[in-house]
């Protein structure tokens, strides 16, 4: 059982860094993010056809995966988000979603549906954390999630984070002093997509991936654990990735090994989901902007 | 006086015309769409089946997004709860095909009813949240529950000889489509689709109207699982043994994105999009590996994540051109044929 609760810690890493991108795009623009996920597949796809199949050096796959992020991340803000700005808010979300398949169907086009191996940012057997084998990658990525959620919750107290927060709350009259929408909705895609990259990029190498793997079995997790923070809390989407990690794989044991229930990880976070919606809607940590 | 009685007859006969031929024309329209039917023999037979189940599936989705206006990215889970129960009704209890229908439509929309109640008490965005994660939830847990659904190995849902044959089982879709189809008319045409329509503008002031917005949402909830069981239902009886893989849940938002193409809130959009990406994952992979020359990129894989593709890439033309969907685009047609004479 500890290894279960150790496993989750460092799955639930995974969730916390794609909730912080959610709940970036939720502050700023009160949309949930569907295609937050494929930063992460586009970045970990480039990377993955520099570094293996062209021979480059690891740290050119990494910035070209990231910048294939961030350009996609613009390229949606600019041809999907910003007409549909005055649409309502299911119709954006069902382009979002029509945005995370797009992308995994060009993945698989050029692509073709096959697992790959990405080699780790650090060679090493990695340690022994209560019986589970943790590996350097995974420990790079607690370390990433924490730095990167500490540093989000910074940008939100800055100037541009409060500027960013200001169009949010009334574009109208952010503008009036001086808040260019259209640079913000810039901005805040921009910096989703590259949080989105730096996740597919940190966990591409745990496992073997496919097309479509951080969207298929990554995504209502992460958005679990950012509606457990409270959706608009970073310090949340931290706590509420690792709560959702550990959640998930405490089902996979005590449901799944025991009970022998089927879709054991599934059914823990759903209920996890619904508790939270039912009992504290507002989350762990959440309050107002 | 006498002129003007010559120009109201005039005017009466014109009229009578314009009738006969727009009668003329749908029944023309409805000639040539029913040919395959009648020539295509048992292949086309299965292909109109699909797409008519696909349409009521649309349908279903129509009730609870065009009509209520609430979201559900896990439509599958009703379906699929519909196509199971028919399976269990019709191979382990051996009933008749008529009671695996009703169970599944009755699977469906306890399904939804319940999923409806606790959902409804989140809003907006987090609904979408809500259906996806349980449309994930009853994929891996109840579709794999050994006792009920046969595990991997699928439940079979044998045909009754009646309806063994691919026409006649085609004509039986149909049937249940038509049937679909006059109950979303009747449910939009009276005070139930008016409520409906107030609750999807704005919740707040259909409540100070004094309509019972979450008995109505409920409401659609339940008839929208209603039709979606009776799709699975259908579905299962149409493959003659269902899996849990049929179910996944990339096919729960093509069929939410298919929806949106045809046009929310549009009866003739829904069901010709429907009935387009229904045969485009059949009729696509031969048609491309029958032309002459082959794209290097194109292999039996990529086949089968071509149809999702196309649906996208329409979703974004539509949305970003004509959100009206097929239905927009067709909207001068369909109002010459249904009221141009009334002007």
Known sequence: MGAFIALGVFQGAVYGLLAVGIVLVYKAKRVFNFAQGEFGGVAAFTAFSLVVSLGLPYWVGVAGGLAAAVAMGLTVERVIVRPLESESRTIMLVALVGVALFTIAIIVLLGQPIPRVMPPLVQGTGLNLLGAGILPQQLILLAVLAVLAAAMAWFFKTDLGLAVLASSQDTRAAQVVGISPVAISRLVWGMAALLGGIAGLLYAPVGIFTPGFMTLTMLVPAFAAAVLGGMTSLPGAFVGGIAIGVVQNLGIYLLGQQLKVPGAAELGVFALLMLVLLIRPQGLLGKEA | ?343
Request: proline share 4%.
């Open chain 2, 1 to 343: 006086m006498a002129t003007a009685t010559m120009t109201f007859a005039r005017v009466k006969v014109q009229r009578r015309f314009g009738l006969a031929l727009r009668v003329t024309l749908v029944i023309a329209l409805l000639a040539v769409a029913a040919l395959p039917l009648v020539y295509g023999g048992d292949v086309w037979a299965q292909r109109i089946s699909r797409a008519a189940i696909y349409a009521i599936i649309g349908l279903s989705i129509n009730t609870l997004t065009g009509h209520a206006g609430q979201i559900s990215l896990g439509h599958q889970a009703f379906v699929g709860i519909g196509a199971f129960a028919a399976a269990f009704t019709a191979s382990r209890l051996g009933a008749p095909l008529g009671f695996g229908l009703a169970a599944g439509a009755v699977a469906g929309m306890a399904t939804a009813a319940v999923v409806g109640m606790v959902a409804l008490r989140v809003t907006g965005l987090y609904l979408a949240l809500v259906t996806l994660a349980f449309g994930l939830t009853a994929e891996t847990t109840i579709f794999n529950w050994r006792e009920f659904t046969g595990g991997g190995a699928g439940a079979f849902a044998p045909r009754p000889d009646i309806l063994s044959g691919d026409r006649a089982f085609a004509l039986l879709c149909l049937g249940v489509l038509a049937l679909v189809l006059y109950a979303d008319w009747r449910l939009v045409s009276t005070k139930a689709g008016r409520a409906l329509a107030a609750v999807r503008n704005d919740e707040r002031i259909a409540a100070t109207l004094g309509i019972d917005t979450t008995g109505y949402k409920l409401a659609a909830f339940s008839l929208s699982g209603l039709a979606a069981g009776l799709a699975g239902g259908l579905f299962a009886h149409w493959n003659q043994v269902v899996q849990a893989m049929d179910f996944e849940f990339q096919v729960a938002l093509v069929w939410v994105l298919m929806t949106v193409v045809g046009g929310l809130r549009s009866r003739l959009g829904v069901v010709l999009a429907s009935a387009f990406f229904a045969l485009l994952p059949l009729t696509l992979p031969n048609f491309l590996s029958g032309l002459p020359w082959q794209p290097p990129f194109l292999n039996e894989a990529v086949y089968h994540v071509l149809p999702p593709f196309i649906v996208v890439v329409m979703l974004l033309l539509v949305l970003r051109f004509f959100p009206g969907g097929l239905g927009q685009l067709l909207r001068p047609a369909t109002r010459w044929l249904t009221k141009g004479g009334r002007r």
